[in-house]
């Protein structure tokens, strides 16, 4: 664990890069997340964000293919928001923990 200033705010993160407490995100962090991966955030990104993060808050367990199924974006826009690896780079910009499914 350590400890990271993103977007003026000190932040605790993993050695993964994922924020420790999800409750010290913001859009502000998400979007300075987001840069360092090489992606701009439309709204439609943060649809997807806001999804995440109420699916964690509400304790289940995120695959691509449950986002996939979520009415939010369909599978193959996923891939195209979250290039290289959607759950994984999109879990990260929400500030949740990463998921189990992703190596």
Request: with cysteine; aromatic share 6%.
């Amino acid at each position: 664990m350590a400890v990271k200033t993103i977007a003026d705010v000190q932040v605790q993160v993993t050695d993964d890069g994922y924020l420790e407490d999800m409750n010290q995100w913001n859009e502000e962090i998400a979007k300075e997340i987001a840069k360092e991966i090489g992606i701009e955030l439309t709204d439609k990104h943060f649809e997807v964000l806001n999804y995440l993060r109420e699916k964690t808050k509400a304790g289940e367990a995120l695959t691509i293919r449950k986002v996939g199924k979520s009415g939010v974006v369909d599978i193959k826009e996923l891939y195209k928001l979250f290039p290289k690896g959607p759950l994984k780079f999109s879990s990260k910009i929400a500030g949740i923990p990463k998921p189990t499914s992703c190596v």
